[in-house]
C-alpha cells in the first residue's frame, strides 16, 4: 500500500486498525473506522472499539479526532484518560447505533472538552 | 458491521470502496481510501482508484469531498465530469505518492473549483 502518510496528512486506511492507549499506557482498544460528516466531510467522530472478543460484548467509544495524540514510541494513539474513567465515556454498543445528531455530539464533545462544529 | 450510516453522518469504511461514475453512468473507478488532515480531522481527499488490472497500470485521483454526489439509484458516487475529461485531472501512480501540501492541493481543488481549505 504505497498510500499512507505525508507531513501533514494521513489515510483512513491507516488509522483504522491502529492501537489506541490510555495516559498509563495500557492499550484501551484500536480505531474501528470513523464517522464522517456527509455536508463538510469533516471526521465528526474516530470510533475506538473497546473490549469483547471476536465481537462478543465489544462495544465503541466515539472520541472527537482532535484527543487522539499519535505517540511515536508507542506507535498508536493515546487519549487522555486511563481505563477506569473510560467507563463513564459515551459508549454504544454494536446492535444499538446512535443517530450521531447535534445533541448527541454536543454530550460526546462535552465530555471530552472539545467544542461541537454544528 | 452495523457501523454505517445515519441521515448527517457516514461510516469511513462504507465509503471505501464505493463505486464512482462520471455524468454519463459510466463507471470510472471506486473511493480507494482518504487523506485526512491530521490537525483538523478534515477529509482534505477523497482518493478514487482508476483503471489497471490488480494493480497494474492502476492510478489514483485526489478528490475534493465535495465533488462527490451520492446518486441512490446507481448506488455509488457521481462526479460532474466525464471519463475523457478525467484524463486531465490531477492524479498520481501508487508509486510517486503526493506530498499533499498546500501548493498540491490549491491545484487540485482549483481543477475542481472547490477553495481549498488552508
Known amino acids: 500500500m504505497p498510500i499512507e502518510e505525508t507531513d501533514r496528512t494521513i489515510a483512513s486506511d491507516k488509522v483504522e486498525g491502529t492501537a489506541v492507549y490510555d495516559l498509563d499506557g495500557e492499550r484501551l482498544g484500536h480505531i474501528h473506522n470513523f464517522m464522517i ?6 471526521v465528526l467522530y474516530a470510533v475506538m472499539s473497546f473490549g469483547g472478543f471476536l465481537g462478543i460484548g465489544e462495544h465503541y467509544h466515539p472520541l472527537p479526532w482532535k484527543v487522539l495524540k499519535y505517540d511515536e514510541e508507542r506507535g498508536g494513539y493515546v487519549v487522555g484518560i486511563n481505563k477506569d474513567a473510560l467507563k463513564d465515556a459515551p459508549r454504544f454498543a454494536a446492535d444499538d447505533f446512535p443517530v450521531f445528531d447535534a445533541r448527541y455530539g454536543a454530550g460526546v464533545y462535552g465530555y471530552w472538552g472539545v467544542p461541537f462544529p454544528w
Open 37 to 42: 460528516d456527509k455536508h463538510s466531510g469533516e
